[in-house]
Protein backbone atom coordinates (compact mmCIF):
# COMPACT_ATOMS: atom_id res chain seq x y z
CA UNK A 1 0.00 0.00 0.00
CA UNK A 2 1.02 3.41 -0.94
CA UNK A 3 -0.44 6.72 0.60
CA UNK A 4 -0.28 9.56 -1.38
CA UNK A 5 -0.79 13.15 0.33
CA UNK A 6 -1.36 16.41 -1.39
CA UNK A 7 -0.80 19.94 -0.64
CA UNK A 8 -0.58 23.49 -1.96
CA UNK A 9 -4.05 24.04 -3.39
CA UNK A 10 -6.03 27.18 -2.99
CA UNK A 11 -7.76 30.14 -4.44
CA UNK A 12 -6.10 32.38 -6.73
CA UNK A 13 -6.57 35.04 -8.86
CA UNK A 14 -6.34 34.29 -13.11
CA UNK A 15 -2.90 34.88 -14.27
CA UNK A 16 -1.35 33.59 -10.77
CA UNK A 17 0.79 30.61 -9.71
CA UNK A 18 0.71 27.78 -7.81
CA UNK A 19 2.82 24.88 -6.25
CA UNK A 20 1.13 21.48 -5.62
CA UNK A 21 3.00 18.87 -4.09
CA UNK A 22 2.40 15.07 -3.41
CA UNK A 23 4.48 13.18 -1.09
CA UNK A 24 4.89 9.53 -1.28
CA UNK A 25 4.77 6.71 1.52
CA UNK A 26 7.64 4.94 -0.15
CA UNK A 27 11.09 5.92 -1.81
CA UNK A 28 9.80 7.33 -5.56
CA UNK A 29 12.27 5.93 -7.00
CA UNK A 30 10.29 2.73 -6.76
CA UNK A 31 6.98 3.97 -8.21
CA UNK A 32 6.91 3.87 -12.15
CA UNK A 33 5.18 6.59 -12.99
CA UNK A 34 3.80 9.98 -11.16
CA UNK A 35 1.35 12.29 -11.99
CA UNK A 36 -1.25 14.93 -11.35
CA UNK A 37 -5.27 14.81 -12.94
CA UNK A 38 -8.15 16.73 -12.45
CA UNK A 39 -11.29 16.83 -11.99
CA UNK A 40 -14.11 19.93 -12.39
CA UNK A 41 -17.74 19.35 -11.25
CA UNK A 42 -19.62 17.66 -14.11
CA UNK A 43 -16.98 16.30 -16.37
CA UNK A 44 -14.55 13.19 -16.15
CA UNK A 45 -11.27 13.47 -14.48
CA UNK A 46 -8.53 13.98 -16.92
CA UNK A 47 -4.59 14.15 -17.08
CA UNK A 48 -2.53 16.89 -15.79
CA UNK A 49 0.97 15.90 -16.67
CA UNK A 50 2.60 12.46 -15.66
CA UNK A 51 6.38 12.27 -15.28
CA UNK A 52 7.78 8.09 -15.87
CA UNK A 53 10.87 7.00 -14.03
CA UNK A 54 12.67 6.49 -18.09
CA UNK A 55 12.50 10.47 -17.78
CA UNK A 56 9.85 11.24 -20.39
CA UNK A 57 7.05 13.69 -19.15
CA UNK A 58 3.68 14.16 -21.04
CA UNK A 59 1.20 17.04 -20.33
CA UNK A 60 -2.40 17.58 -21.15
CA UNK A 61 -3.21 19.82 -24.31
CA UNK A 62 -4.77 22.94 -22.85
CA UNK A 63 -1.59 22.94 -19.71
CA UNK A 64 0.88 22.25 -22.17
CA UNK A 65 3.48 25.46 -21.57
CA UNK A 66 1.81 26.68 -18.34
CA UNK A 67 2.40 23.79 -15.91
CA UNK A 68 5.93 21.44 -15.19
CA UNK A 69 5.81 18.39 -13.55
CA UNK A 70 8.87 17.58 -11.63
CA UNK A 71 10.03 15.33 -8.77
CA UNK A 72 12.68 15.56 -5.86
CA UNK A 73 13.78 11.39 -5.01
CA UNK A 74 15.40 12.69 -2.03
CA UNK A 75 11.81 13.90 -0.68
CA UNK A 76 9.73 11.36 -2.35
CA UNK A 77 7.72 14.05 -3.40
CA UNK A 78 6.31 15.29 -7.13
CA UNK A 79 5.28 18.94 -8.00
CA UNK A 80 3.04 20.08 -10.35
CA UNK A 81 4.10 23.71 -10.49
CA UNK A 82 1.42 25.81 -12.34
CA UNK A 83 1.35 29.23 -13.96
CA UNK A 84 -0.53 32.35 -15.83
CA UNK A 85 -3.79 30.04 -14.25
CA UNK A 86 -7.20 30.28 -16.03
CA UNK A 87 -10.73 29.99 -14.18
CA UNK A 88 -11.23 27.03 -15.93
CA UNK A 89 -7.79 25.02 -14.35
CA UNK A 90 -10.75 24.90 -11.74
CA UNK A 91 -10.75 21.54 -10.53
CA UNK A 92 -9.79 19.20 -7.68
CA UNK A 93 -6.32 18.40 -8.55
CA UNK A 94 -5.55 14.41 -7.94
CA UNK A 95 -2.20 12.85 -7.12
CA UNK A 96 -2.14 9.14 -9.01
CA UNK A 97 1.20 6.85 -9.13
CA UNK A 98 1.79 3.71 -10.81
CA UNK A 99 3.61 0.66 -9.40
CA UNK A 100 6.08 -1.30 -11.41
CA UNK A 101 3.60 -3.99 -10.88
CA UNK A 102 0.89 -2.48 -12.03
CA UNK A 103 -1.01 -1.27 -8.83
CA UNK A 104 -2.05 2.38 -8.79
CA UNK A 105 -2.96 4.56 -6.37
CA UNK A 106 -4.89 8.33 -5.61
CA UNK A 107 -3.82 10.62 -2.98
CA UNK A 108 -6.90 12.39 -1.37
CA UNK A 109 -7.36 15.36 -3.72
CA UNK A 110 -6.68 19.06 -3.51
CA UNK A 111 -8.97 22.09 -4.50
CA UNK A 112 -7.63 24.66 -6.80
CA UNK A 113 -9.82 27.20 -7.27
CA UNK A 114 -9.15 30.63 -9.80
CA UNK A 115 -11.34 33.23 -9.48
CA UNK A 116 -11.17 36.77 -9.24
Known amino acids: QVQLVESGGGLVQPGGSLRLSCTTS????????MGWYRQAPGKLRELVAA???????NYGDSVKGRFAISTDNALNTVFLQMNTLKPEDTAVYYCNGVMWSGNEYWGQGTQVTVSE
Open 51 to 57: ATRDGST
Open 26 to 33: RSIIGIRR
